[in-house]
């Protein structure tokens, strides 16, 4: 059964920084693109950002330039780096692993920004 496992939110005042880690337990790790997306209570889920099989990134708007997705496949594990955190960035983020038909996402971990 595939798990897919977010870590390291929390509570965070603006300006300060938070990594996320995200943990897959799918096999062949390298061939699934993974993504974070995030969902503010009352909104739509977003995308944050995607890292591709073969390393390539893509950010959404608002958080271009603050934070960095990076993956480590030996550790079927993704990262998601957030600094400069503003209160806007306050949500539930989500991993995902997609594979052509196969998609997982995990159960999400808070993130709250607030002084």
């Known amino acids: 059964q595939v798990q897919v496992v977010e870590s390291g939110g929390g509570l965070v005042q603006p300006g300060g920084s938070l990594r996320l880690s995200c943990a897959a337990s799918?096999?062949?790790?390298?061939?699934?693109?993974m993504g974070w997306y995030r969902q503010a209570p009352g909104k739509q889920r977003e995308l944050v950002a995607i890292?591709?099989?073969?390393?390539?990134?893509t950010y959404g708007d608002s958080v271009k330039g603050r934070f960095t997705i990076s993956r480590d496949n030996g550790k079927n594990t993704v990262y998601l780096q957030m600094n400069s955190l503003k209160p806007e960035d306050t949500a539930v983020y989500y991993c995902?692993?997609?594979?052509?038909?196969?998609?997982?996402w995990g159960q999400g971990t808070q993130v709250t920004v607030s002084s």
């Open positions: 995902n692993a997609h594979y052509y038909l196969r998609d997982y």
């Open positions: 799918v096999s062949g790790f390298s061939i699934y693109d």
């Open positions: 890292i591709t099989k073969g390393g390539t990134t």
